[in-house]
Nanobody
């Protein structure tokens, strides 16, 4: 399984970005997908997760109401729409995949994307 994340960049506070993560090498719909982030000097933290069908999602409290995770199984891609961005959202964002259910803990995930930098400026 290979994961390719994209869509990061520099945005002003209050702005929006959409991250994408494409999976190749396996049947995408077998996998729950998740986004984590890691700010400089901090531990990796859970952001959002979605099950194989898109019918179940979960979010960190810090992003609820601002971020939306979705997936397109026909395109083998998961998305993270980020609105009302805050300075504290600045981090490297990683997508990960797990065959089966999703977890908010990073440990169960075997497959990881390379990360995409999101920088929110004032």
């Amino acid at each position: 399984v290979q994961l390719q994340a994209s869509g990061g960049g520099l945005v002003q506070a209050g702005g929006s970005l959409r991250l994408s993560c494409a999976l190749s090498g396996r049947t995408f719909s077998r996998y729950a997908m998740v986004w984590f982030r890691q700010a400089s000097g901090k531990e990796r933290e859970f952001v959002a997760a979605i099950n194989w069908s898109g019918g179940s999602t979960d979010y960190a409290d810090s992003v609820k109401g601002r971020f939306t995770i979705s997936r397109d199984n026909a395109k083998n891609t998961v998305y993270l729409q980020m609105n009302s961005l805050k300075l504290e959202d600045t981090a490297v964002y990683y997508c990960a995949a797990n065959e089966g259910r999703y977890y908010s803990d990073a440990a169960p995930y075997r497959y990881w994307g390379q990360g995409t930098q999101v920088t929110v400026s004032s």
